[in-house]
């Protein structure tokens, strides 16, 4: 959410509406009611007669007025079955928890159900690496994440296998640390988990409009530059919509047609949403959210979609486009490890088709 936010800010009122952010006094409340060790309190709430916004856990801490709690309830109404319910009870940070929020979400709970495998998968491997309830020794954290990484049941025991040399090396204990973390926030978790995605979303009744990630993931191949992601679903829009030539290659000028909505437009204004999209495909410009959604609600008007339909197929429209700015900034931090190498890079995106067959055989 964080890195989609950062590429486009149009992003943040979908995941997090304006309206329902937490305001400083109600996050003060939830701080106390749900014992953060570091928030920011008033002085009445503070025990003692020293005022810092770092609390130690075993602090006692006087109760908050009972003004707030009771507009602390009612933002907690407001906020029901929202993203900003995930956020505000941390679920950005477990996937565990973010799941049980969805399923309260008679919306998302259809999708929950298309992608289990996905929550599966997540949840599981979210689950086999060790907690620890407070400080603990680098010999000791190495040892459990080591354990994990190369448990029976791990799947990352495929993980590339220069990595998997460096962790049983004599490097010093802190590098290897490093490498376990690129692998599991870097390297195998984010392609393992596109290959579980894709696997999900290839058996979707209403996938007619999705991008499949193989797409992507040959594109890159070919020519490995962030660009190419955006490009590669640019092009899909395009073929979906039937802007096209005779020839059957995407017509750029057709779809900037299609998205003026005016009827009768004059020539300048399909001339410079004509450039506009150009702009889009030379990576010069992004297209907003909001335009997106725009040819999603064209494209599927003109295939005559029922309500019930026209709202499943939005959502997967948005959401590969999502899915498209992640990968391209996933790329950018990949390409940065491997120094650009534009080999070392083609062998990695390579490992998504492994991960599809072995997961298609599990």
């Known amino acids: 959410m964080l890195m989609i936010e950062k590429l486009d800010p149009t992003f943040q009122d979908l995941f997090y509406p304006q309206e329902l952010r937490c305001p400083l006094e109600n996050r003060i409340v939830r701080a106390i009611e749900e014992h953060w060790p570091v928030y920011y309190p008033t002085r009445k709430e503070c025990r003692g007669p020293t005022w810092s916004v770092t609390i130690h856990e075993d602090e006692l801490l006087y109760k908050p007025h009972p003004q707030s709690k009771r507009k602390l309830d009612q933002w907690k109404?407001?906020?029901?079955?929202?993203?900003?319910?995930?956020?505000?009870?941390?679920?950005?940070?477990?996937?565990?928890?973010?799941?049980?929020?969805?399923?309260?979400?008679?919306?998302?709970?259809?999708?929950?159900?298309?992608?289990?495998?996905?929550?599966?998968?997540?949840?599981?491997?979210?689950?086999?690496?060790?907690?620890?309830?407070?400080?603990?020794?680098?010999?000791?954290?190495?040892?459990?994440?080591?354990?994990?990484?190369?448990?029976?049941?791990?799947?990352?025991?495929?993980?590339?296998?220069?990595?998997?040399?460096?962790?049983?090396?004599?490097?010093?204990?802190?590098?290897?640390?490093?490498?376990?973390?690129?692998?599991?926030?870097?390297?195998?978790?984010?392609?393992?988990?596109?290959?579980?995605?894709?696997?999900?979303?290839?058996?979707?009744?209403?996938?007619?409009?999705?991008?499949?990630?193989?797409?992507?993931?040959?594109?890159?191949?070919?020519?490995?530059?962030?660009?190419?992601?955006?490009?590669?679903?640019?092009?899909?829009?395009?073929?979906?919509?039937?802007?096209?030539?005779?020839?059957?290659?995407?017509?750029?000028?057709?779809?900037?047609r299609m998205l003026v909505f005016e009827k009768n437009p004059d020539l300048n204004v399909i001339n410079s949403k004509a450039v506009e999209v150009n702009s889009w495909l030379k990576g010069k410009k992004q297209p907003s959210m909001e335009t997106i959604r725009r040819s999603g609600r064209v494209i599927f008007t003109s295939h005559e979609l029922n309500p019930k339909q026209f709202s499943v197929q939005n959502d997967l429209w948005l959401f590969s486009w999502m899915v498209t700015l992640w990968l391209e900034k996933h790329f950018t931090e990949v390409a940065w490890e491997m120094k650009g190498d534009r080999s070392k890079m083609q062998t990695y995106y390579r490992r998504f088709f492994r991960y599809m067959k072995s997961f298609r055989t599990a």
């Not at 900003?84 to 973010?98: C, H, K, N, P």
Request: hydrophobic share 35%; glycine share 4%; proline share 7%.
């Open 77 to 256: 109404k407001r906020i029901t079955g929202t993203i900003a319910e995930g956020r505000a009870y941390r679920a950005d940070l477990s996937w565990r928890r973010f799941v049980s929020i969805c399923e309260t979400i008679p919306r998302l709970k259809p999708f929950l159900n298309d992608f289990k495998p996905l929550a599966d998968f997540l949840m599981r491997e979210e689950s086999m690496w060790p907690t620890y309830g407070g400080p603990v020794e680098e010999k000791e954290y190495f040892e459990g994440k080591t354990k994990a990484l190369f448990g029976p049941d791990s799947p990352y025991l495929f993980s590339a296998s220069e990595r998997s040399r460096f962790i049983n090396s004599k490097k010093p204990t802190s590098e290897k640390i490093q490498i376990i973390r690129l692998i599991c926030e870097l390297f195998e978790w984010p392609i393992m988990t596109l290959a579980i995605l894709q696997r999900c979303a290839g058996k979707l009744a209403h996938s007619r409009f999705w991008l499949p990630i193989e797409n992507h993931i040959n594109a890159i191949i070919k020519n490995p530059s962030p660009i190419t992601f955006r490009k590669t679903w640019l092009e899909h829009a395009m073929q979906v919509s039937g802007t096209i030539k005779k020839d059957g290659t995407s017509n750029p000028r057709k779809w900037a």
